[in-house]
């Protein structure tokens, strides 16, 4: 992909400076001809762009950043709780910085960051909560590279489908009903 943008600057740079009607292409291992009247200076900004061309990293990819921090940014209640408190069964997503999700009333809480997947959102395990009373599980062993939920808009709210801890990629299978009864389910925007 370098290779083919390279080529395209370089010929569209040569094909503005060549003024003559010489309609002849030029080969990809060939330079364009440079009128006489040039200067040195030219020349020389013309080697550093070429350089600088070649020296350009890789496109960013842009899909998975928080670009969107509107789009399902809120409280959300889960469908048939009545937690208006928002004691355990809703969550906050905050796209700009870190949520909280409940994994046990008044028992177990972490923090978790979202990130921006083709079809949603997926949820990544950052550190137990402040407010997290169990200080007994392996909370250093979670992967924080894999995303422990996934998050899809839906017409009134959002789905949440919980994935659970991984621990060296595999589901922690010990832990893994934590957060599955008081996440796993549709919420409606509160």
Request: proline share 3%.
């Amino acid at each position: 992909m370098k290779k083919t943008i390279l080529l395209l600057l370089l010929f569209i740079a040569f094909s503005c400076k060549n003024t003559n009607n010489d309609k002849s292409e030029i080969a990809p291992n060939e330079t364009a001809p440079v009128e006489s009247n040039e200067s040195a200076a030219d020349k020389e900004s013309d080697i550093n762009r070429y350089d600088n061309i070649n020296n350009l990293e890789e496109p960013v990819d842009t899909s998975k950043t928080n670009s969107g921090a509107g789009e399902i940014s809120g409280r959300y209640l889960k469908q048939g709780e009545l937690d208006e408190a928002c004691n355990c069964y809703c969550i906050e997503v905050s796209l700009t910085g870190n949520s909280e999700f409940c994994l046990q009333p008044d028992r177990m809480y972490i923090n978790v960051r979202f990130e921006k997947t083709g079809n949603g959102y997926d949820a990544f395990y950052v550190s137990p909560s402040s407010r997290n009373k169990d200080k007994n599980l392996p909370w250093e062993d979670f992967s924080k590279k894999d995303a422990i939920a996934s998050l899809k808009a839906t017409n009134d709210g959002l789905k949440l489908d919980w994935i659970g801890f991984k621990i060296n990629g595999q589901i922690a299978t010990d832990y893994a009903i934590f957060g599955k009864k008081t996440l796993e389910g549709n919420f409606t925007k509160n």
